[in-house]
């Protein structure tokens, strides 16, 4: 036990006695601010989109466009006062700060005039030849759009745009156009405008209701699908943790073994006490990381949750599903299993290899077979019943993954204890095979040379000595 601590302990030190590892555990703050600031940045970022829009009806079909663009920002403004009331209440407050925002649809498309109507004319201006003068400096134009009435009550529209990536306004003017031909459709066939209007605005009362609930508290609520997102969330972390974890290791035991330090270690240790310690040293440099990054959110999250169950705001159901224990412990027990399973095999692949370059081709299956959960957890979102993500939970494997995205859902005793047991089990098969493929690594008993020698079939061999 002593050698396995002094392993254990050496390997600890290792990367906590480090700047860099300090520097990365104060920046992870900084990084979770951009993960989540940068989408927004990104979205308020996006340059403004010029075009000139050119109806040659006379104005008819310029004003649909600008009635369509209007019941757009109006449904925008809807929307994000449900949202609002969903997690905050009814606040007359948050009613007030949305009403007063200008603009909640789509603006990155705008519209000027730059003095001309002719295609010919604005092609200039459309190909970076010409530039007109706004308040914020020069610009060429994005799209010129031309409107025209065609016969039968069909609306002809060319669009003249050098960007073939961006159809954002090509898609707004479309579907705004196709709205006004419906609803002119049913006026010409005698609907009044006023009943087409007040159908456009007839929209289903929908509840969800759970049916092992009666009552008022059969309705689902925000802070139950909740937990369906922070599971996934959670997959997709313990993954990128594991994955980053049992690199550490991979790569600290190939240096060990170049360096001749493996040697040493085992002229005085035995194999099974330092792929103990290595195990338990940098679980260790992954607890400290999980303590202080975790605790910070947890505590963080706990403090707001707390102050918006005091002000008696919805969002505080919500925050409270992330807290769930019931997602927390099985998240920590998968990430001790996997990390222990893929650790194992790590440290095996890293006695066999002498170089990074020969660890790569050992990694390269690897890299498949831990890609594959990926996918799996995005499916099981919508479809946890599936039997392709059901069959793939009992992979000892893919288990701590995918069986923390289906968690939230009702799979039943049997999956949880089944796969459980079944990862269980074989995470210590892992670590015996692992354990008995690092001894023979590490004494050099097996290495890619012994591969590379299978496939040396008909080679001409050394003649005897005399």
């Known amino acids: 036990m002593r050698a396995i601590y002094l392993i254990a302990r050496r390997e600890f030190l290792s990367y906590v006695a480090t700047w860099g590892f300090w520097l990365s555990l104060a920046s992870m703050p900084m990084f979770m601010a951009l993960g989540i600031g940068m989408p927004i940045l990104i979205e308020n970022s996006q340059p403004t989109r010029y075009y000139v829009l050119v109806d040659e009806t006379g104005g008819t079909l310029e004003a649909a466009l600008e009635a369509q663009a209007e019941a757009s920002r109006a449904e925008a403004l809807e929307r994000a006062r449900e949202a609002a009331r969903e997690m905050f209440g009814d606040l007359p407050q948050i009613d007030a700060a949305l009403a007063s925002q200008p603009q909640l649809s789509d ?4 519209r000027v005039d730059v003095g001309e109507t002719e295609l010919e004319a604005l092609r200039p201006y459309l190909t970076g030849d010409a530039s007109f003068t706004s308040a914020d400096g020069e610009h060429g134009l994005f799209a010129a759009i031309f409107l025209r009435q065609g016969t039968a009550g069909a609306i002809e529209v060319d669009y003249w745009s050098a960007n073939v990536s961006d159809g954002g306004l090509r898609s707004q003017i479309r579907n705004a156009l196709r709205d006004h031909m419906q609803t002119q459709y049913l006026i010409d066939a005698g609907v009044s405008p006023d009943l087409i209007e007040t159908a456009d605005d007839l929209s289903p009362n929908v509840r969800e209701l759970n049916p092992e609930r009666t009552g008022d508290t059969a309705e ?8 369906l997102i922070v599971s996934a969330m959670t997959a997709f972390g313990l993954w990128v943790i594991i994955f980053s974890v049992v690199n550490m290791l991979l790569s600290a035991m190939i240096e060990e073994k170049g360096n001749k330090i493996l040697e040493m270690m085992l002229a005085s240790t035995r194999h099974h006490e330092i792929l103990t310690g290595k195990l338990l040293g940098v679980a260790a440099v992954s607890a400290t990381l999980l303590v202080v990054w975790g605790g910070i959110g947890l505590l963080g999250t706990f403090g707001v949750q707390q102050l918006a169950a005091s002000a008696d705001m919805p969002i505080a159901e919500i925050l409270a599903a992330v807290l769930d224990p019931g997602l927390l412990l099985p998240a920590l027990g998968y990430f001790i299993i996997g990390y222990l399973m893929y650790g194992a095999v790590f440290l095996a692949i890293g006695s066999l290899c002498e170089t990074l370059q020969d660890a790569q081709t050992l ?9 594959v959960p990926l996918f799996l957890v995005m499916m099981a979102m919508d479809s946890p019943d599936s039997p392709v993500v059901a069959i793939a939970s009992w992979v000892p494997l893919w288990t701590p993954f995918i069986m923390l995205a289906r968690l939230p859902h009702d799979i039943g005793m049997v999956d949880i204890i089944g796969t459980s047991a079944a990862m269980i089990a074989f995470a210590v098969f892992v670590i015996w095979g692992s354990g008995v493929l690092f001894r023979m690594g590490a004494l050099n008993q097996a290495n890619q040379d012994t591969v590379k020698g299978w496939f040396k079939i008909g080679g001409k061999k050394r003649p005897a000595a005399s």
Do not use: D, F, G, K
């Not at 603006?107 to 705008?110: P, Q, T």
């Not at 689902?220 to 937990?227: F, G, H, L, N, Q």
């Not at 990694?363 to 890609?371: A, E, F, G, I, R």
């Open 107 to 110: 603006e990155r498309y705008l």
């Open 220 to 227: 689902v609520t925000a802070a139950e699908r909740i937990p």
């Open 363 to 371: 990694m390269s299956p690897m890299m498949l077979v831990m890609m």
